[in-house]
């Protein structure tokens, strides 16, 4: 039987439907980037059931998460998580409410123990951007010379559970024992995209000072979603040596003809200029690459786009399509197997 109120998920249909007694709304309208740009999600009152309710076809995910946006009668509108449904997740622009499908599961390792590790704070000036920052670092009890690096590291750690994810892997011996370092992301829209500055600065001047402080002794790892993946990216091809593999997932690969609903950001062409270098030019050297990307995410069509090209210039590519959105439980529930074959393979 079907709620009265709420979200639920039944076979090819998804259905939301919030109580309205006395239809003291003027409207209401579903966010979420689980359906297509310009798809009609507006909800539809039904007097019979004191309902607003909209019903559409279940896109290729296996959960998804959205708001509630509820026009009030004066023209007053406001964006609320779903009241009916108790399921919350956090993101950078707040709680958002989560449907969660039949077929959906979250990943075995959030059960894991985790191996003892500690974290601290590393002091990081970056001359070549007339910056700083101060990066979170996990290190494993045991000794070790292998460091991953993350863009958008402390909201990877608290959205997309990645130091648990390292602990739990390290700890089940999936991988071997590496230093977790989580990068601010600063002057966020600047700094990652495609900005040869703050290439600079993360290959000369923030990588070499981790290295001496963690004792590492081989190239990094790098991590990056939407444009952190994109920053990665090419702080890689610009400064190859310091890299020994790339992990990218919903990488905001602009090209034009992908991507033009993109380009009112600011630093649109610069993104754009960059994605068609690495187009015609194999830059090396190449080095192990994953990428994923959701199964309804706009970035879908340039990041297959960018494997397929990473591949042609030697890179070994690894690309997976994943049943969710731009989101960071999406990107949480892809680290494994994903991201673990690609430490596996590079460490």
Known sequence: MEPGAGAWCR?????????????????????????????????????????WELRRPRPPVRRLEYKLELTHPEGRTEWVCDPDNPLRVGG?????SELRCDDYREPAWLTLPQVHGAWRDVYLPLPAVRGEMVAQVWSPDASTGRVVIAHDGPDYHRFGELGRYAAAMIGAGQVPPFHLVLLPPGERFEWYSASPAYARALARDALPKLAAELGADRPVVGIGASLGGLAMLHAQRRHPAAFGGLFLQSASLFQPRFDRQESGFGRYLRI????????????????????????????????????????GHGYDVSFDEVPDAHTWIGWRDALDPYLTTLLQKVF
């Not at 950078?92 to 958002?96: A, I, K, L, N, P």
């Not at 080095?287 to 494997?307: F, Q, R, S, W, Y």
């Open 272 to 311: 754009v200029r960059f994605t068609g270098r690495v187009r015609r030019r194999p830059d090396g050297p190449a080095v192990p690459i994953t990428l994923t990307c959701g199964a309804v995410e706009e970035n879908l069509a340039n990041n297959k786009d960018m494997a397929a090209v990473l591949s």
């Open 11 to 51: 076979g090819p249909e998804v259905c939301f439907r919030l109580l309205d007694q006395d239809q003291r709304l003027a409207g209401v309208r579903l966010g979420s980037g689980a359906f297509p740009r310009g798809a009609d999600l507006t909800f539809a009152y039904d007097p019979a059931d004191h309902a």
């Open 92 to 96: 950078g622009f707040g709680d958002s």
